[in-house]
């Protein structure tokens, strides 16, 4: 059980280029989020889903987009990467609402 | 807006019990209490949750009040390996709210 993968650990962008955060549990965990925490802050959460094809906004998702079109995957993808979108991203995955929260090791992105 | 205060940081010499103090203050009937913790640059890992009762696990034990919007984070006997920013969370409609945390440093 690998729980709860992510890649790249770490990636430089340019400012207006494009990524894709790729997050896969195999868990078979309904709910999968995503988090930002930039340096010496909590987490916020970006966007989440509960479950394969749908997906909603959390608190700071301006800027991401998201899919989820199997249960064991929830990439985040980036548009017109910009400076202020330096962070560590963390992915999360849960059996329910209310259910501990398992998290991945994280993915670095520095946008120069 | 809901709000959870916990203190910015802690020290607790090593061997010793920490207890890490949380507020929210406020908190549905429904809501469970969490409790996570951060080393270094690591993604949280979960150490325990409650709803009312006093929980106890093979990591810690935590104390909430009978109002529940108090908690304490108890570490028994805290190691080195105990450093991290503990973060008090309650899950929210779809989400846990993570604050800034407390940053414990077990001292030798």
């Known amino acids: 059980n690998a729980g709860v993968t992510q890649t790249p650990k770490f990636r430089i962008l340019k400012i207006g280029q494009s990524m894709t955060l790729q997050c896969t549990q195999d868990?078979?965990?309904?709910?999968m989020y995503w988090y930002r925490q930039d340096p010496g802050m909590g987490l916020k959460l970006i966007y989440y889903?509960?479950?394969?094809?749908?997906?909603d906004k959390g608190e700071v998702p301006n800027g991401y987009n998201v899919s989820r079109s199997t249960t064991e995957d929830f990439p985040l993808r980036l548009e017109l990467a910009a400076p202020s979108q330096t962070s560590v991203y963390f992915c999360?995955?849960?059996?329910?609402?209310?259910?501990?929260?398992?998290f991945g090791p994280g993915t670095r992105l520095l946008v120069l | 807006d809901a709000k959870t205060t916990q203190p910015t940081s802690m020290d607790c010499a090593e061997g010793r019990a920490a207890n890490l103090p949380c507020n929210h203050s406020?908190?549905?009937?429904?809501?469970?209490v969490y409790w996570y913790r951060q080393i270094h640059s690591q993604g949280p890992q979960y150490i325990i949750h409650?709803?009312?009762n006093n929980e106890t696990n093979e990591m810690a034990s935590l104390i909430i009040t009978e109002d529940r919007k108090s908690s304490t984070l108890i570490l028994p006997h805290a190691t080195l390996r105990d450093t991290a920013v503990y973060y008090c969370?309650?899950?929210?409609?779809?989400?846990?709210?993570f604050g800034t945390g407390t940053r414990l440093t077990v001292i030798p």
């Open positions: 406020t908190i549905s009937g429904n809501e469970y």
């Open positions: 999360a995955s849960s059996w329910g609402r209310q259910e501990t929260q398992y």
């Open positions: 409650g709803l009312k």
């Open positions: 889903s509960v479950g394969a094809g749908i997906t």
């Open positions: 868990m078979n965990h309904n709910y």
């Open positions: 969370t309650k899950t929210g409609a779809n989400n846990l709210f």
